[in-house]
């Protein structure tokens, strides 16, 4: 089946550049747009897409308000929020990640990396950009917002292993060349530690990581 996406963002000719660019794909197609955050709620509850292509500045209801409305509703547990926004600061990459969101890229990127980047958060997987890694990275430097060690209890040693590389951005093939196993027991790990953490997505992983010192900048 093919991905489904719902476009958010206030601007009708972003939304229809990205629809006609999407759709030539087979793999993946529009089923809804939203001009603004409270009409992208109502139609995730409608449609349940597999992906919310999110815009941060929008009128009435802003794209971190709605990314923490979707993320926080239990109807909405599978569908996952891609940020897409020309407005990559450290604030918003922070609020973006502890709402919910899976993924940050700038409206710069290539059309050929955007839907990679789709793909990848279909997946399951975390998507940030160069620059919103670097600033979550500042972010956790400048301002710490510690959740307690005990959190991590329920993880195995090679659980927190595999999380501690999961928050330094390896990938499951890497991750797996360092601790001599195969991809698919990375991947187990990985799923393992986000059901025990109630983490979504690798993204959260991240968070919870530097959040409670498992991993440091």
């Known amino acids: 089946m093919p991905i489904r996406i719902l ?8 939304r229809t550049t990205f629809r006609t660019l999407i759709d030539t794909h087979p793999d ?10 409270e009409q992208a709620l109502a139609e995730a509850r409608t ?8 815009d941060i500045r929008m009128p009435r209801v802003d794209g971190l308000a709605a990314t923490n409305a979707i993320c926080g509703d239990p109807d909405l547990t599978a569908t996952r929020v ?3 926004t020309t407005f990559e600061t450290d604030e918003h990459v922070a609020q973006a990640l502890r709402a919910g969101a899976s993924g940050f890229l700038g409206k710069d990127v290539s059309a050929e990396t955007l839907l990679e980047g789709i793909r990848t958060v279909a997946a399951g997987d975390a998507l940030l950009s160069p620059a919103a890694t670097r600033t979550l990275i ?7 917002d510690p959740l307690p060690a005990a959190k991590l209890d329920a993880l195995t040693t090679r659980e927190s292993e595999v999380v501690t590389l999961v928050a330094e951005g390896k ?4 991750i797996a060349e360092q601790l001599f196993v195969s991809p698919y ?10 059901n025990k953490l109630h983490a979504r997505d690798r993204a959260q ?3 919870i990581a530097y959040r409670t010192g498992l991993a440091r900048p």
């Open 185 to 194: 027991t990375v991947r187990t790990h990985v799923q393992r530690a986000m």
């Open 47 to 54: 449609h349940h897409p597999d992906i919310v292509l999110m």
């Open 171 to 174: 990938d499951n093939t890497e």
């Open 138 to 144: 500042r972010r956790f430097i400048a301002t710490p």
């Open 205 to 207: 992983l991240v968070v």
């Open 7 to 14: 476009l958010a963002d206030d601007q009708a000719l972003l």
């Open 82 to 84: 891609l940020i897409l």
């Open 28 to 37: 993946m197609e529009v089923v809804a747009e939203a001009a603004d955050g």
